[in-house]
């Protein structure tokens, strides 16, 4: 089984710290695992020869001694900081041109969110969730006792439809962000009223506080984190044709980001919704 060279510097490391050299002030040192000052003299265990020994103080390099451990120290931090970096370049450096998701397809350097139809990357496009009150409702929470008060607010997108069009039903997302939205990020179906996608339904008492009461279920993914800021999410399921986002549901408040698309129907789909023809039922 091949050594990593992080295992490797910490492995020596650990053997370098099990022995120590005890400077003498002519020059010369012993190897020890360990030393004691004791009044005048100092208590070593000698690694050559396997057995405690004691030494006149006044023939001890006391200040050596400390300086060279000091320094061997910092080497030994140094040699694993650099061993991390090495480890970090032999299993997350992504290529010049990007990281590979696919022979031949390689994802952008920048940070965001892209779906992967097998075919192409797309770039799902941020977009702020809008707040929407009932006016009425704050207006006439004036004469109502404040326990009695619950105003409905909708976190919503405007307009019926994404820009962003998917084709494939079972796609793979991909998150590059330095803040770690690969580990937030889920995706839920958005339910179509009028002009608008609903996102989120939420209480908000007359005090200010708020309190989630219809958050859509999440879409299962499996979520794998394939480089320092770049994670996979993958489909258990092919999506149903509709309009879906993916956000951070668990983010206080009631200000969201979203990165929402649409699912185009099939034509097998829409071949089965199609009513028959009159010669069809004949």
């Not at 139809?117 to 009932?134: H, K, S």
């Amino acid at each position: 089984m091949a050594v990593t060279v992080l295992a490797c510097l910490v492995w020596e490391s650990q053997a370098v710290l099990a022995s120590q050299k005890l400077f003498l002030k002519d020059g010369t040192y012993q190897l020890v695992s360990s030393y004691e000052v004791h009044g005048d003299r100092v208590r070593y265990y000698s690694v050559e020869r396997s057995a405690w020994e004691e030494i006149p103080l006044s023939l001890v390099d006391l200040e050596a001694t400390k300086r060279a451990q000091e320094e061997e120290k910092a080497l030994q931090k140094k040699q694993i900081e650099e061993g991390r970096e090495i480890e970090q370049e032999r299993f997350y450096k992504p290529p010049e041109n990007g990281f590979e998701i696919a022979p031949g397809i390689h994802l952008p350097q920048d940070e965001g969110v892209y779906a992967f139809d097998g075919l192409r990357v797309i770039r799902l496009i941020q977009t702020p969730a809008e707040v929407v009150t009932d006016k009425k409702r704050a207006a006439f929470a004036l004469a109502v006792p404040a326990h009695l008060l619950k105003g409905r607010s909708i976190i919503e997108l405007p307009g019926p439809k994404a820009a962003v069009r998917i084709q494939q039903a079972q796609p793979t997302f991909y998150v590059r962000s330095s803040a770690g939205l690969g580990a937030k990020l889920e995706l839920v179906q958005l339910k179509v009223v009028k002009e608008s996608r609903v996102v989120e339904k939420v209480e908000v008492s007359r005090a200010g506080t708020e309190k989630a009461s219809d958050v859509p279920a999440a879409v299962q993914l499996q979520r794998t984190q394939l480089a320092p800021g770049l994670y996979s999410l993958k489909l258990l399921h092919p999506l149903d044709p509709g309009e879906y986002a993916l956000g951070d549901l668990g983010q206080q408040g009631l200000n969201m980001e979203l990165w929402p698309f649409g699912l185009f129907e099939t034509p097998t789909r829409q071949e089965k919704r199609r009513p028959p023809r009159d010669s069809e039922q004949e």
